[in-house]
């Protein structure tokens, strides 16, 4: 069975404050990885994508790789009320997409 | 350009019935898959169609089927309903083989009575 794992939070952090969202998966043969965003009452968006080693930087949003500890994580700087919601990690291997969870950020004023 | 369209977004059904869904994917997006969200399971994983041919099945009993048609347009069935089907069912799209990248439609939420 094939697993990804989020801390179900709720993960509350201050306004401005870097939010971590972490991730790890079961498979090591998974390629791609994913991370959406669920707003309440509404449904996933894609947010970032990463698929190499490394960090990926977009605006206030960088994902985090690393493959030899299975594991991804999404940290938001400068966090705003409106980042406000569920991050859902995907991992996508034999053209299957495993989603976690999620993990629901709260940002407070 | 429009969205993935999915209807109808709410329907209610009672134990037994069947219940047909329909999404339209974004214009010229060819791969459609469909997924089950609960508050307990998160989002599973039901299949994917990519030229009407179903690529790649989830953990799902066989009362869940679906297809998809030459315009890529698709639908799925879930006969017999049972009250753990009661979940909101998203379906998405993507340009071409399935990618990861998906564009998710509003969802139809279904109530089983």
């Known amino acids: 069975q094939k697993e990804v794992e989020q801390n179900s939070g709720p993960l509350s952090v201050p306004e401005g404050a870097i939010a971590s969202l972490n991730c790890t998966y079961s498979d090591r043969g998974s390629q791609s990885f994913f991370w959406y965003r669920q707003y309440s009452g509404k449904s996933p968006e894609l947010i970032m994508s990463i698929y190499s080693n490394g960090d990926k930087e977009d605006g206030r949003f960088t994902a985090q790789l690393n493959k030899a500890s299975q594991y991804v994580s999404l940290l938001i700087r400068d966090s705003q009320p409106s980042d406000s919601a569920t991050y859902l990690c995907?991992?996508?291997?034999?053209?299957?997409?495993?989603f976690g969870k999620g993990t629901l950020l709260t940002v407070n004023p | 350009k429009a969205g993935v369209t999915q209807t109808p977004r709410y329907l209610i059904k009672t134990r037994g019935q069947q219940v047909t869904l329909s999404c339209s994917p974004i214009s010229g997006h060819r791969s459609v898959s469909w997924y089950q969200q609960t508050p307990g399971q998160g989002l599973q994983f039901l299949f994917e169609y990519f030229s009407e041919t179903q690529r790649n099945k989830g953990n799902f009993p066989g009362r869940f089927s679906g297809r998809q048609f030459s315009n890529s347009r698709s639908e799925m069935n879930v006969s017999t309903l049972e009250l753990g089907d009661s979940a909101l069912y998203l379906c998405?799209?993507?340009?071409?083989?399935?990618?990861?990248?998906?564009?998710f439609g509003e969802g139809s939420r279904l109530t089983v009575l």
């Open positions: 995907a991992v996508s291997s034999n053209y299957k997409l495993t």
């Open positions: 998405a799209s993507t340009l071409g083989r399935y990618t990861g990248e998906l564009f």
